[in-house]
């Protein structure tokens, strides 16, 4: 008999949810990437979860390093509201988005070049006021801009959970 998921009621059962149900998976080549379960108990939220996961990608088109960050935020916003023993609301997550972004985003030059270099879009702020009037290098810069962008991710799995337990 095939044990399957019961839909989550709250944002930390959803980011649980989402944890458990990527996998990785490898290509020919030797490289691997995160997707999505497709095992037979997940069916029941698996659409659910592939919404959500559309959504935080923000207009790109599916693509590797927003399923591993998809991942990693969840992880790590799971091991900020861990701690406690009351469920976490979204405003308590909402607060830590910030630090996990902070603490996502690459330090690299070359992989902060490479991650821009994906996607032209990537190249521009959605809040340019985050850096008007700052002098600033390209490193520096180009990290500025992913940290915006993990932590928008982030706020549309807050939200988007958030809807589902509406």
């Given at each position: 008999m095939t044990q399957t998921i019961a839909t989550p009621k709250t944002?930390?059962?959803?980011?649980?949810?989402l944890t458990c149900a990527m996998t990785i998976e490898h290509r020919p080549d030797g490289s691997s990437f995160y997707k999505l379960s497709e095992a037979a108990c997940?069916?029941?939220?698996?659409?659910?979860?592939?919404?959500?996961v559309r959504a935080a990608h923000r207009d790109e088109m599916p693509n590797d390093w927003r399923y591993s960050?998809?991942?990693?935020?969840a992880q790590a916003l799971l091991e900020y509201s861990e701690p406690?023993?009351?469920?976490?609301?979204?405003?308590?997550?909402?607060?830590?988005?910030?630090?996990?972004a902070d603490a996502l985003?690459?330090?690299?030059?070359?992989?902060?070049?490479?991650?821009?270099?994906?996607?032209?879009?990537r190249?521009?702020?959605?809040?340019?006021?985050?850096?008007?009037?700052l002098v600033c290098?390209?490193?520096?810069?180009?990290?500025?801009?992913?940290?915006?962008?993990?932590q928008l991710m982030?706020?549309?799995?807050l939200k988007e959970f958030g809807n589902l337990c509406a």
């Open positions: 944002i930390e059962s959803w980011l649980q949810a997940w069916q029941p939220i698996r659409q659910q979860l592939q919404d959500v960050m998809v991942e990693s935020i406690d023993s009351q469920e976490w609301t979204d405003e308590q997550y909402a607060d830590v988005v910030f630090y996990v985003a690459s330090y690299g030059t070359c992989e902060l070049a490479d991650w821009v270099s994906d996607n032209a879009g190249g521009f702020f959605d809040d340019p006021s985050l850096v008007q009037g290098d390209i490193p520096t810069m180009l990290r500025w801009r992913q940290t915006e962008e993990i982030a706020l549309v799995l």
